[in-house]
């Protein structure tokens, strides 16, 4: 039935990216000429300061929103507006209060004009993926906020997307739930074989899932910074070499 098959594409390519905003009729760049290649399978975060243009940069990726200049190409393909091989999930799950979990996570693939039974059989194979199978006839106000952001995460992944791009995905949660999560998280990521575009704030966040990390600059005009973190998987976050990598990752916002 198809739930397991093995993704291929998901290849990222970000050409000479350039977005401004009007802000009091001045003009304010948010992006200027970023060019960024992402492997198929590939996990990057992305942090930096607020405001510098992550969700900006996420937003163009999903479709959500146009550059000014430039181009994203997917699988070699330019990006015009939202794809069904790209799935976004915001710092809140957004679920719809009237659905149970199983209707949430399904929703998207009725929407696609697949039947009910066999849009809620795959939609229960991602439901126990993210350990949930007990809750799938709860409704959200019965959800705890890190079970509710689980089923955001199985939403996006049952539309089987080549491409997750996850904006604070965690940011809303207490400290252990975050750590739990971010497991799932990785454990999802080698199961699916998605590429995988995450945003935090949390920079031991980021070490602890991506292949690399894009440091947005607190100064415009400064071109980002790509650090690799090639530490054996899975990853154990109080390792000398992590603890070693988390300060390096400090270092570049001038933190110690
Ligand atoms: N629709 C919009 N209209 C005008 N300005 C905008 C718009 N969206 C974003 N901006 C501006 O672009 C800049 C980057 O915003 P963005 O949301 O991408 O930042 P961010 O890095 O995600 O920040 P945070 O970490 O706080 O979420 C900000 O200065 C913001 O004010
Ligand atoms: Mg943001």
Not at 47 to 73: F, H, M, N, Q, Y
Not at 194 to 202: A, R, S
Request: a positive charge.
């Amino acid at each position: 039935m198809g739930v397991h098959q093995p993704v291929a594409g998901g290849a990222v390519t970000i050409r000479d990216l350039s977005k401004s905003f009007t802000l009091n009729r001045a003009s304010l760049p948010v992006l200027q000429g970023l060019n960024l290649g992402i492997r198929p399978g590939e996990s990057l975060a992305v942090v930096g300061p607020s405001g510098c243009g992550k969700t900006t940069l996420l937003r163009i990726l999903a479709g959500l929103e146009r550059p000014d200049r430039g181009e994203v190409l997917i699988d070699g393909r330019p990006v015009h507006g939202v794809g069904t091989e790209r799935a976004i999930i915001f710092q809140e799950p957004r679920l719809l209060p009237w659905l149970t979990v199983l209707g949430n996570v399904a929703f998207g693939l009725e929407a696609r004009g697949i039947p009910r039974a066999k849009a809620q059989l795959q939609a229960r194979h991602y439901i126990r993926l993210v350990g949930l199978t007990e809750f799938e006839d709860a409704y959200p106000t019965q959800l705890s906020g890190g079970m509710a952001q689980r089923v955001g995460i199985a939403r996006a992944l049952t539309v089987q997307p080549e491409i997750l791009l996850l904006d604070e995905p965690l940011g809303a949660l207490d400290a252990m739930t975050r750590i739990t999560m971010q497991d799932e998280l990785a454990r999802i990521w080698r199961e699916q074989q998605v590429t995988m575009i995450l945003v935090t704030h949390d920079l031991e966040e980021a070490i602890f899932l991506a292949d690399r990390v894009l440091v947005m600059p607190r100064e415009k005009g400064t071109v980002p910074r790509l650090i690799d973190i090639d530490l054996p998987r899975p990853r154990d976050r109080s390792e000398s070499r992590f603890v070693a990598m988390r300060r390096r990752l400090m270092a570049e916002f001038g933190l110690h």
